[in-house]
């Protein structure tokens, strides 16, 4: 789209994705000055970082003043959350607490403290491990828990009315992509036992430029289970996984709908990158077996990059 006469980069109407013309974002403008400055940049990757950030900084903000409004901070709210989410009638171990809010047995220590000195919770003494402790909401945090969810609910909507359902769903669809991507997963049940760990598409980068290779965008096997279906087709560890069944492999969801595609025939065909520049191509058995279906992960956030196991 040609700029208005006159425009400033940065300040006329941009092209969006659908082809629509869109008011330039305090991104664009941040852009179009380092365009300036540094025409050699590739700052692409600077359009989607920032602009979460500072979504972020606002959404943190809002949710902060809803909170505040019933006497609670975001940390507060989210131990509530998840006690009541998790919903066990005598309590729940402070250790899954832990887990499932991701944080150090310190933290949720001090947390708890505040939450029994403000009469939203108990903890008492676990009697199935004395080394534990079992936290459990009380009739006052139930109903604080039951006034203010409905009031954070009707902040995250509020902050997301500039979106139709339609842009809500495909946000939403990018967004999963990208964090199956960097969380880790186990497949579903329905997905049949393959035999190996690949790491995601950052790490597969990271791991080749260590080693002197050029970087390929792609899912690094980073494990073979002896006698697995993937050894049996070929596969070894250092491979990337380019291509299935002839699609660009950039995230595990992108191999995950391979194996679902291609279960009825049950043979997927892999194009792997091996070593420097060596392509391999690879048949693997995808047909469902009795007795190989993986263990459900949980759904707690994982503290650290993880890989996918198949």
């Known amino acids: 789209m040609s700029a208005k006469p006159g425009a400033k980069p940065g300040q006329e109407p941009t092209e969006g ?9 305090s991104v664009d403008r941040l852009l179009a000055s380092w365009q300036e400055t540094r025409p050699d940049l ?14 972020n900084r606002t959404f943190d903000a809002e949710l902060e003043t809803t909170f505040g409004e019933y006497g609670l901070n975001a940390a507060e709210f989210y131990s509530l959350v998840t006690l009541r989410r998790l919903g066990e009638p005598d309590g729940v171990s402070q250790r899954r607490l832990m887990r499932a809010l991701n944080l150090s047995s310190g933290t949720i220590s001090t947390r708890v403290d505040r939450l029994v000195e403000r009469g939203l919770v108990t903890r008492d003494v676990d009697p199935a491990d004395r080394r534990n402790s ?6 006052e945090g139930v109903a604080l828990f039951e006034r203010v969810t409905p009031a954070h609910i009707a902040t995250e ?34 997905f049949p036992r393959l035999g190996f760990t690949v790491a995601p598409a950052h790490v597969t980068m990271a791991i080749r430029r260590a ?12 494990a073979v289970e002896p006698g697995s279906r ?30 679902n595609n291609a279960t009825g025939g049950g043979v997927l065909t892999l194009d792997v990158l091996r070593g420097e520049k060596t392509p391999v191509t690879l048949r693997l058995d995808v047909a469902p ?10 759904i707690a956030p994982p503290p650290l990059v993880r890989e996918h196991q198949l």
């Open 211 to 222: 080693a002197g290779l050029p970087e390929t965008v792609g899912l690094i096997v980073r």
């Open 230 to 259: 993937v050894e049996q087709a070929g596969a070894m560890v250092g491979d990337v996984l380019t291509h299935a069944d002839g699609r660009p492999v950039r995230a595990i969801a992108s191999l995950y709908a391979a194996i």
């Open 17 to 25: 994705a659908s082809g629509a013309a869109v008011a330039p974002d």
């Open 157 to 190: 909507n509020r902050l997301l009315a500039g979106l139709d359902p339609a842009q809500r769903d495909q946000l939403v669809d990018l967004l999963r992509t990208l964090l199956v991507s960097l969380e880790g997963t186990s497949p579903e049940p329905t």
């Open 134 to 139: 079992r936290v459990a909401l009380t009739p």
């Open 289 to 298: 077996r009795p007795g190989d279906l993986p263990v459900p992960t949980s």
């Open 42 to 55: 590739d700052l692409a990757p600077v359009a989607v970082f920032a602009r979460v950030s500072r979504l």
